[in-house]
């Protein structure tokens, strides 16, 4: 069949080495009857592959030597040469889908519908079709040849001589050609009659309509479906077929006609005239191809004037165009959509096998995280360092007391109660661990997806060590530190989970990016939680928008430490904020780190001030720090929370 449309002396052997290089990858030679038969896998974005006359046109671009038949360049002229004219044809079509690009149909009469000529017979053996009969024959004949599905039908057995291509109504039925009934659905494709369904639209025909020894009138159809929708229905139906394979890899809609004309040829048979509807025709926008790109892409020599020729011998319509190549790509070839395209193509004909063997260049990325994840890898090491353990959780989940306030949204079709929400929170994931774990000393965090009401990176942390809402804050604002972000506590915001005078909001730069605070005691009893509990939540994303990747780096002393223990009396009205910067503003060089470490109200303190004990290491680089120059650093310390009303206890 191959010969029939290209003139080569290549071996089937080299015939499918050549295909494979063209991207048909040759699967097996398989001898039939004395004739070579060659199994080619095409790729589902190539339906012109699925046709002899296609392969044929790929053996044509790629060898120089091979020339078309009259029969290959009567198939580009579409076979016009046989005409489209005759009798009136009496079926009437009507289109009322967008999933039909283009309906022909053309009446054959006095057809007697034997057998099919021995030599079709024998090809479509060695195909792996059966023959059936010389209708049923000649239609899948010219399907091989042309990739065109065709369809005939009884014309006398076609109510009201009219097709109407549309989609079925629910609960319409229509038994196939294997004699099964299938219920339809209104999304599905059909080919029907006046009155009901009498094809599966590019699967299978209906047996209401089937020909057969006693048919002699004969609508042959032949059309172009949407390949999507063609699958969707096959899917269905459960139905696969010759038809349904090719027209889910896209059909040729302009060789719609074309394929009605090589039928009626084979069939010694002109038939009336043929009715073609076509409310999907336009012309497709050309493409621009420089040339200086196809040899940066493919990285071997190609002139412009080989990737004008390779694109013509492949059918594209070509025109130069000031240093570049317009390019209109043919109907058989709706997977090229853009310049890549095309530089695929002309390195498939000009020969990937000419690519020269150069050494691999390029630049070696630095390993590991970049960028935000980096910076989540580092918020992440320092939480830890703090002496947090890490949980993980998954994002579906019940309702829980700790759940944000917004709106929970959640799948459809949730498969449990306990998964029927996406998560507004992290802080019911840590509760449950915390529970779990009983309850009491724990510093727990997670850092995951939240959706308040916007999916988003989130970091919760909850603490029931005893540390207290100013332990936390701490390791908060240490945990920013470590990314280079300078984190703000304001005693302002309300959130009916926490204690109403026990919370604040985060602020780094200028944007809100979490809170914390101390859980309000009804709702710790309700999610089984000491009644001490503190808790924070961060929006990760936010918080890195403000960070910055380079590390501010300082010598490290190998000389011990010198630590010194403060406790002072101050009115609660002084924020924390101001008492940490006087430490660290008079502690000098010397200061390494502060801490807070209890917070004291009852016996023996008035109602309006509390006791911070504030643990102070001191260390000095290059040297032994003395008791008496710690002391000194520490007396430094006292006189600064002396000027804002501070007493040593």
């Known amino acids: 069949m191959l010969h029939d449309f290209v003139r080569t002396s290549l071996s089937a052997e080299e015939l499918g080495d050549l295909l494979t290089m063209a991207g048909f990858e040759l699967e097996g030679i398989e001898e039939v009857d004395g004739e070579p038969v060659l199994d080619i896998k095409v790729m589902s974005n190539r339906g012109d592959g699925l046709s002899v006359f296609g392969l044929a046109r790929e053996v044509l671009a790629k060898d120089g030597a091979s020339e078309p038949t009259d029969l290959y360049t009567r198939a580009a002229a579409r076979f016009y040469d046989l005409g489209v004219d005759g009798p009136a044809n009496p079926a009437s079509v009507a289109i009322e889908t967008t999933d039909c690009a283009r309906y022909?149909?053309?009446?054959?009469?006095?057809?007697?519908?034997?057998?099919?000529?021995?030599?079709?017979?024998?090809r479509l053996t060695r195909a792996g079709m059966r023959s059936i009969s010389l209708?049923?024959?000649?239609?899948?004949?010219?399907?091989?040849?042309?990739?065109?599905?065709?369809?005939?039908?009884?014309?006398?057995?076609?109510?009201?001589?009219?097709?109407?291509?549309?989609?079925?109504?629910?609960?319409?039925?229509?038994?196939?050609l294997d004699g099964k009934e299938h219920v339809l659905r209104s999304d599905q494709m059909m080919i029907c009659d006046a009155e009901k369904p009498i094809a599966a639209a590019g699967i299978m025909g209906g047996e209401a309509t089937e020909v057969d020894a006693t048919t002699t009138r004969v609508l042959l159809e032949s059309a172009s479906f949407l390949n999507t929708s063609v699958r969707r229905t096959r899917k269905q139906l459960g139905l696969s077929t010759e038809a349904s394979y090719r027209f889910e890899r896209s059909v040729d809609p302009e060789g719609v006609v074309a394929a009605i004309l090589r039928f009626g040829e084979l069939l010694g048979a002109t038939g009336s005239a043929v009715v073609d509807e076509f409310p999907g025709q336009g012309a497709r926008d050309p493409l621009t191809l420089r040339p200086a790109r196809v040899r940066q892409l493919?990285?071997?020599d190609v002139s412009d004037e080989e990737a004008e020729t390779h694109l013509r011998r492949l059918g594209m319509d070509v025109t130069p165009q000031d240093g570049a190549i317009s390019v209109v790509p043919p109907s058989w070839r709706p997977d090229i959509v853009r310049e890549e395209d095309l530089v695929e193509e002309v390195g498939r004909v000009h020969g990937y096998d000419k690519i020269p063997e150069t050494p691999v260049k390029g630049t070696a990325m630095v390993g590991g995280p970049q960028g935000l994840l980096l910076l989540e890898d580092r918020l992440r090491e320092a939480i830890l360092r703090l002496g947090y353990t890490q949980t993980v959780s998954h994002s579906l989940r019940d309702l829980h007391p700790l759940d944000s306030p917004s709106e929970r949204t959640g799948p459809r079709n949730p498969g449990s109660p306990e998964a029927a929400y996406l998560r507004n929170s992290?802080?019911?994931?840590?509760?449950?661990?915390?529970?779990?774990?009983?309850?009491k000393d724990l510093r727990l965090f997670e850092m995951g997806r939240a959706f308040d009401p916007q999916e988003n990176r989130h970091l919760g942390l909850l603490s029931t060590d005893g540390a207290g809402f100013f332990g936390l804050k701490g390791d908060l604002i240490a945990a920013a530190q470590s990314v280079g972000v300078t984190l703000t506590v304001r005693a302002e915001g309300t959130d009916p989970r926490f204690h109403p005078g026990r919370f604040a909001t985060l602020i780094a730069g200028s944007n809100e990016v979490g809170f914390i605070g101390q859980i309000h005691p009804e709702i710790a009893q309700l999610a089984g939680l000491p009644e001490d509990a503190v808790a924070a939540e961060i929006d990760i994303e936010c918080l890195l928008s403000e960070a910055s990747p380079e590390r501010k780096l300082k010598p490290v002393s190998r000389n011990p430490a010198n630590p010194r223990d403060i406790a002072i009396l101050i009115d609660r009205g002084v924020p924390y904020e101001k008492i940490e910067q006087a430490v660290e503003t008079s502690g000098g060089d010397l200061l390494e780190k502060q801490r807070l470490v209890e917070v004291y109200t009852g016996t023996g303190i008035p109602e309006d001030k509390h006791s911070l004990t504030i643990r102070l290491q001191f260390r000095k680089l290059g040297g032994n720090l003395t008791d008496e120059e710690a002391n000194q650093a520490r007396d430094a310390v006292v006189t600064a929370l002396a000027d804002l009303g501070g007493a040593m206890r």
């Open 104 to 122: 022909a149909c053309r009446l054959y009469t006095d057809v007697a519908n034997g057998e099919a000529p021995a030599w079709i017979r024998e």
């Open 135 to 176: 209708l049923v024959d000649l239609t899948n004949y010219v399907m091989l040849e042309l990739g065109q599905p065709l369809h005939a039908f009884d014309y006398d057995k076609l109510a009201g001589g009219r097709v109407v291509v549309r989609k079925a109504k629910e609960g319409e039925t229509l038994t196939t």
């Open 298 to 300: 493919l990285g071997m």
């Open 426 to 439: 992290m802080l019911p994931s840590l509760a449950e661990a915390a529970v779990r774990n009983g309850g």
